[in-house]
C-alpha cells in the first residue's frame, strides 16, 4: 500500500484505468483483426491487475478517508470480500439527512472504486440491518452499481438474476411471469 498513500493517488490510479479500458474498448472497435488480438490479451492483463490492485485502492482509500473524517468523529473501515464493504460509524447517522448526503458527496468515488455495499452506522454494535422504505433503521446499507469498466459483468448477472440497479441502490425486482406458449 506505500504506493496510494493518498486518496489523490488512488483516484488517479483509477482514472488510468479507466484510460486503459477506453483504449482497449476502442482497439476492439477497429476492423483489424491484429489490433483485435492484442486488444483481447490486453484486456485480460488489465482484469487480472484490476483483481490484484482494486482491493489495495480501496484499502487505501477507506485509511485516508478515515484519517481526514476523524476530525468530525466519523469511524471509516473497510472489509469483506475484496475490501468491498465500506462501513462509517458516527453518531451524526443516527438521522437520515446525514447518511443522504454523505452518500450523494461520495457517490462517484464509491462507483469508481467499485465498493458494493455501504454501511452506515450510529454506534458500532448497530446491527447490520439493510435500508428498507417500510421502516427507518438505524443503519442504511446501500449497494453500489460498480462502474462499466473491463472487468464489469456483475450488472449482467444481476439482470439475469432479476435484480434492478437504480440511483445507487440495488433492488431485487420480482420474477418476470413466463409468456403465454
Keep these: 500500500m506505500k504506493q496510494y498513500q493518498s486518496k489523490d493517488l488512488v483516484l488517479a490510479q483509477v482514472a488510468l484505468f479507466q484510460n486503459y479500458a477506453k483504449t482497449i474498448t476502442d482497439a476492439e472497435a477497429r476492423d483489424n483483426p491484429a489490433l483485435k488480438k492484442k486488444a483481447a490479451e490486453a484486456r485480460r492483463q488489465l482484469s487480472q491487475l484490476q483483481i490484484r490492485e482494486f482491493p489495495k485502492m480501496r484499502r487505501a482509500w477507506a485509511k485516508a478517508a478515515g484519517e481526514t473524517m476523524w476530525e468530525n468523529n466519523v469511524s471509516v473501515t473497510?472489509?469483506?470480500?475484496?475490501?468491498?464493504?465500506?462501513?462509517?460509524?458516527?453518531?451524526?447517522?443516527?438521522?437520515?439527512?446525514?447518511?443522504?448526503?454523505?452518500?450523494?458527496?461520495?457517490?462517484?468515488?464509491?462507483?469508481?472504486?467499485r465498493f458494493k455495499r455501504v454501511n452506515y452506522k450510529w454506534i458500532p454494535s448497530a446491527e447490520s440491518t439493510r435500508r428498507t422504505r417500510s421502516r427507518v433503521q438505524l443503519m442504511a446499507t446501500f449497494r453500489v452499481s460498480p462502474v462499466k469498466s473491463v472487468t464489469t459483468g456483475a450488472r449482467a448477472r444481476r439482470r439475469a438474476k432479476g435484480e434492478a440497479t437504480t440511483n445507487g441502490l440495488t433492488l431485487a425486482a420480482r420474477p418476470r411471469p413466463e409468456a403465454p406458449r
Aim: glycine fraction near 8%; charged fraction near 10%.
Design 78 to 113: 473497510v472489509g469483506g470480500n475484496a475490501a468491498q464493504n465500506l462501513t462509517f460509524v458516527a453518531g451524526m447517522f443516527a438521522s437520515n439527512m446525514p447518511i443522504k448526503k454523505t452518500q450523494e458527496t461520495l457517490s462517484v468515488v464509491l462507483n469508481e472504486l
